[in-house]
């Protein structure tokens, strides 16, 4: 099930819980990647919010989002650099992307393999991408109300074990929003310190969200047919050897024709 597009607008650019998050979650962006000058950066999913810092910079940045999720017009004040996809089959080259952002998009998407192997595709050799997915065991996934109570939400052992299954090599991983994800001036007037708590305290229980970083690999060799072999296989097609296995009938009568010639003998 996926997110609508006007709900995550709403809650990112109107509400202050999802501006909070929005600030949480972009300073962690940018503690991975300082800088994205004369890069290409693509965001798949609801990444738009994360992706501002890299107009200025960036040699072109593209928001990616799905059917299923619906596409809105991004930046509003400006031209647009934002696109409706497929969520497996996005309108890019191969090898052409050099920063990637997923956020909203993993964990709410039916074929999650199917869309690691189509970032894979998109990204080239040594690029990087950021998952950003609902903590398992964080506050945020248990609530509903905000975008990260809907869908499957991963441990970072699950997210790291995606990522290398479809050609990345896991670089760092970090988590954000530590604060609780409640809507009231009261608790979000400590959001911001919380948030600088927990980044000292937790690197990743706590946090609402899990941010892994990871490199795209050189495809390596597949060894083809079964990984561990039997030392003795089974061969199907060869004859049945003459003295086999006997019925257990055949194998007493025989028992008793040898007893009756020693008696006699």
Known sequence: MHQDVCFLRDFYYTSALGRAAQKAMRDRLRAFWPSVAGLSVAGFGFAAPLLRPCLQDARRVIALMPAQQGVMHWPAEAANHSVLVEETNWPLASDSIDRLVVLHGVETSERPAALMAEAARVLKIGAKVVLILPNRSGLWARRDGTPFGLGRPYSLGQVETLLVEHGFAVDSHSAALFFPPRDRASWLRWAMMLENMGQKLSRY???????????????????????????????????????????????GQRHRAARHIRNTG
Not at 222 to 227: D, V
Not at 243 to 251: I, L, S, V
């Open 205 to 251: 229980h706590a946090g609402g969200v899990l941010l892994v970083e990871a490199t795209r690999v050189a495809d390596a060799p597949r060894p083809s047919g079964l990984n561990v072999r039997e030392r003795k296989p089974l061969r199907i097609l060869d004859p049945v050897r003459a003295g086999g296995t006997q019925p257990a009938w055949r194998k």
